[in-house]
């Protein structure tokens, strides 16, 4: 089966306000990531081990950090 990436909200929430709130970015970390510096106050990241270059790990934590607020959490 081929599960699409983006979940569809409005079938899953019962909160509409939320799902007016949320969009769908997909971007890659090698490319830079489509989002300005100082965006966000919580990073997560879950599952990229094998995704990720031996040689591109540095790469990936200078873009998560790019992304970061001054004082956000990264999980």
Not at 1 to 16: E, F, G, M, W
Request: proline share 7%.
């Amino acid at each position: 089966d081929i599960v699409s990436l983006h979940p569809n909200l409005a079938r899953l929430c019962r909160d509409k306000d939320l799902v007016r709130r949320i969009s769908w970015v997909q971007g890659n970390f090698l490319e830079g990531l489509p989002f300005p510096n100082d965006s966000f106050d919580f990073v997560h990241v879950k599952r990229i081990a094998r995704g990720v270059p031996e040689d591109k790990w540095d790469d990936l934590f200078e873009e998560i950090t790019r992304v970061m607020k001054p004082g956000a959490a990264f999980e």
